[in-house]
């Protein structure tokens, strides 16, 4: 359904995206997951066509950009409804710009954003969650069968996320193709195709299990152990250490496969003078995340991918 | 706590390069185009005569008249003409001298001549009658005494001859005559200017541009659509003026109302199409705002409105033909109080119509539909 070749765009000196390459399924909710800065919003805008790419190709439902508006729907990451217009004049101004006129499908967008309640308030006065339906709402008026979304929950209490993220698969339930960008690992999991973006450039494209297993051949090795200081500082020291991460009071590893495990509870005994196991586990998606994205050109970085 | 506002905004600013360069590069521009461009002093002012008596003495008068270098003679058939030219915009100023003149002065018998000037122009007319003295200073009058031998001696001689002076189309000089007609467009400046120059770029700062841009609208139909309203509500405007004009300050009526109406449109879509141009070069509100402020004032300066054309320096001349504005007060000043001829307006309709063709044709260039 959207297919893009080899897209680059370059701001000045900085290259922004750098020969990214894309082919989402029909129906597919496809995550394009990366840090701040990674190019995400530049990839999204490419794909619309609000900014041109300068190499690279891009066509949904096989038509160009251009051609393919009246089929794709857009949710940019701010909210760019107008603030000084009803909710029902946001909604009835973004479907007369697609020539649609049918108060029936708008209704019905309202009750389905529980906007119904609000429909002759300013959009201006919205909470930050409504703001975000109404955006959706928006973009859904003539029944796009592509979507794009650009951090659709940023900023977004967990219930109202849980309820977008429903509406999500309904909607891709419903046959249609949606493209969300997003930094939050949760999401990323709800995503059926993922590709991470770093610095620019695709640094893993596949399910999310897919994704997991880019870490290859490196170890993830867990244990119960709060955070102390001296003890990551010691295990970051180690050659072919490649992430040391802390959740709350679970300490988490990724190794290179030549790391001895034994190695490493000496060091935290060392320091901690306990005697810790340490378990082999299965990589989560945010091990490989952080791996993924961190600097490529790190000697300690190595894919599979 | 001030120390720290202050501070913030000084760096504000300065990561504004454009308005920086607004700030400094706009004053320093003006100063020195007013510096060069403003004068009082007129020259080469068209002159329209008619000389019947083709005499010594008419040519002494028309010399005197030529060689300050105030006005520039030509020469037309008959007396109407005159006053035509001078509808028609082609002359300021006329000069009528009767066939009996160098008769009358050989008999000592003070010959009047007649010295037309276009009353719409508030300081050019003041100028045109002042300067209008070089027909009758010592130099050209002096030769034109003649002695009889029985006379008495007198102690102050009689002028030669007599110029009277006429104040055409505004023979009262009313100052409202003079102005209002400019000053209605000068409003609409700057309600087009201000109320279109934000348009496009208040949509690209509350990002709802963004949001437009990836709808299938065209270029055409998203210009049009914000040229549409702010088109009709000018035109409201300037209607609403005109009214509180002709009700309460004495304004006169047009020679046509079909040609007043027609300023009117062509005139707004030329203001509201540069306010669209203004808006889509701007990166924020406040460059929108200097920019319209920097085509604001040198169009009140150099249009001829307050300072006559015929002052400024021939190097400055195309500016004042490149401001929109210089049109509208030419065509304004014919329809409400000379009575102009469309066909003498026609070059003036034509040119404002070229501004909105070209501000049009840039603004649509200008709006590339990518961000």
């Given amino acids: ?305 | 706590m001030i120390k720290a506002i202050i501070k913030k905004e000084l760096i504000q600013l300065r990561r504004d390069p454009r308005l920086v360069a607004l700030i400094i590069i706009m004053p320093i521009v003006l100063l020195t185009l007013f510096a060069v461009a403003l004068k009082l002093e007129p020259q080469n002012v068209r002159m329209a005569f008619v000389d019947e008596d083709q005499s010594f003495f008419s040519n002494m008068i028309k010399t005197g008249l030529w060689s300050d270098g105030y006005f520039d003679l030509y020469e037309v058939n008959d007396r109407t003409q005159i006053i035509e030219e001078i509808r028609a915009g082609r002359a300021k100023a006329g000069l009528f001298i009767n066939k009996d003149f160098s008769a009358l002065i050989t008999e000592n018998s003070q010959p009047h001549i007649r010295f037309f000037v276009d009353g719409t122009m508030p300081s050019l007319t003041t100028a045109m009658k002042y300067h209008s003295n070089s027909a009758t200073d010592d130099g050209v009058t002096g030769n034109m005494y003649f002695s009889d031998a029985d006379a008495e001696n007198v102690v102050i001689a009689q002028e030669p001859f007599i110029m009277d002076t006429e104040i055409l189309f505004n023979p009262d000089e009313k100052e409202t005559w003079f102005f209002l007609p400019g000053v209605i467009g000068v409003l609409i400046m700057q309600i087009a200017l201000i109320l279109t120059g934000i348009t496009v770029v208040r949509e690209r700062e509350k990002r709802t541009l963004e949001q437009l841009l990836v709808t299938p609208m065209s270029r055409t139909s998203f210009i049009i659509g914000k040229l549409m309203p702010y088109v009709i509500i000018a035109l409201l405007d300037f209607y609403f003026i005109l009214i509180v004009g002709w009700l309460f300050f004495d304004l006169p009526q047009p020679s046509s109302h079909g040609l007043l109406f027609l300023l009117a449109l062509v005139y707004v879509a030329v203001m509201i199409a540069l306010g669209l141009l203004i808006s889509l070069i701007s990166k924020t509100q406040q460059q929108a705002m200097f920019i319209a402020i920097f085509i604001i004032v040198p169009s009140i300066l150099l249009s001829g409105f307050i300072f006559p054309l015929e002052a400024i320096p021939d190097s400055i001349r195309p500016v004042s033909y490149a401001i929109p504005f210089t049109y509208f007060v030419d065509i304004i000043r014919g329809l409400l109080i000379k009575h102009t001829h469309f066909i003498d307006l026609s070059a003036s309709y034509l040119a404002l119509l070229g501004f909105v063709v070209v501000f049009v044709g840039l603004s649509i260039i200008k709006f590339r539909k990518t961000l």
């Fill in chain 1, 1 to 305: 359904m959207i297919n893009a070749h080899h897209l680059s765009k370059r701001f000045k000196k900085l290259l922004a995206v750098n020969d990214v390459s894309l082919s989402i399924g029909k129906g597919q909710i496809f995550g394009l997951l990366g840090p701040n800065a990674a190019g995400k919003t530049t990839v999204i805008r490419l794909l619309c066509g609000i900014i041109e790419a300068d190499e690279g190709d891009v066509l949904i439902n096989d038509l160009n950009t251009a051609d393919a508006k009246p089929i794709f729907g857009y949710v940019a990451q701010y909210f760019g409804q107008y603030e000084g217009l009803t909710v029902w004049e946001n909604l009835e101004f973004y479907a007369q710009m697609y020539g649609i006129d049918d108060h029936e499908r708008l209704n019905y967008l309202l009750q389905r954003y529980n906007l119904s309640q609000f429909k002759d308030l300013l959009a201006g006065t919205l909470s930050g969650g409504y703001k975000r339906r109404l955006a959706l709402a928006c973009a859904l008026a003539h029944d796009p069968l592509v979507l794009f979304l650009d951090e659709p929950t940023a900023g977004i209490d967990p219930v109202t996320r849980k309820l977008l993220w429903d509406d999500f698969y309904q909607l891709s339930a419903e046959g249609k193709t949606l493209f969300v960008t997003t930094h939050y690992m949760e999401e990323a999991q709800r995503c059926h195709q993922l590709a991470f973006i770093s610095s620019g450039s695709i640094v893993a494209n596949g399910t999310p299990d897919e994704i997991t297993q880019a870490l290859g051949g490196n170890r993830v090795y867990t244990t119960m152990l709060p955070y102390q200081p001296k003890v990551q500082e010691a295990l970051l020291n180690i050659k072919g250490m490649i992430l040391v991460n802390q959740f709350g009071s679970e300490l988490r590893m990724v190794v290179k496969p030549n790391v001895d495990k034994n190695h490493l509870e000496h060091i935290i005994f060392a320091i901690t003078e306990n005697n810790c196991k340490l378990e082999e586990t299965k990589a989560n998606l945010e091990d490989a995340f952080i791996v993924l994205t961190q600097d490529s050109s790190s000697p300690e970085f190595e894919t599979t991918t």
